[in-house]
């Protein structure tokens, strides 16, 4: 079974720094592009990052410049290193890839969008 795990949020003063992780496992052949969404609470969920299995990257405005997407194609696994961070950065924070696998044993290979879990960012003093 193909599946994202995540970690690293936390309880950050503004101004302070995270970095989050998300691996993925599973029988998998192929990881293309990979990304950050987050989802403050009454907000829709919005994309944060995203990076191709190239390297290329984008980035919404309001986080160009504090955060920096990055992945290790070996390990299967995406970063977000966050500076500077500010209140409205709070929010759950969700890692997504598309990935070229076996969903479940028995099952021919096929490319899904996946999701982590979801975790907590909070900025606050």
């Known amino acids: 079974q193909v599946q994202l795990v995540e970690s690293g949020g936390g309880l950050v003063q503004p101004g302070g720094s995270l970095r989050l992780s998300c691996a993925a496992s599973?029988?998998?052949?192929?990881?293309?592009?990979m990304g950050w969404y987050r989802q403050a609470p009454g907000k829709q969920r919005e994309l944060v990052a995203t990076?191709?299995?190239?390297?290329?990257?984008n980035y919404r405005d309001s986080v160009k410049g504090r955060f920096t997407i990055s992945r290790d194609n070996a390990k299967g696994t995406v970063y977000l290193q966050m500076n500077s961070l500010k209140p409205e950065d709070t929010a759950v924070y969700y890692c997504?890839?598309?990935?070229?696998?076996?969903?479940?044993?028995?099952?021919?290979?096929?490319?899904?969008?996946?999701w982590g879990q979801g975790t907590q960012v909070t900025v606050s003093s």
């Open positions: 990076i191709t299995s190239g390297g290329s990257t």
């Open positions: 997504n890839a598309r990935i070229l696998g076996i969903p479940y044993s028995g099952s021919n290979p096929v490319t899904t969008d996946y």
């Open positions: 599973g029988n998998i052949f192929s990881i293309y592009a």
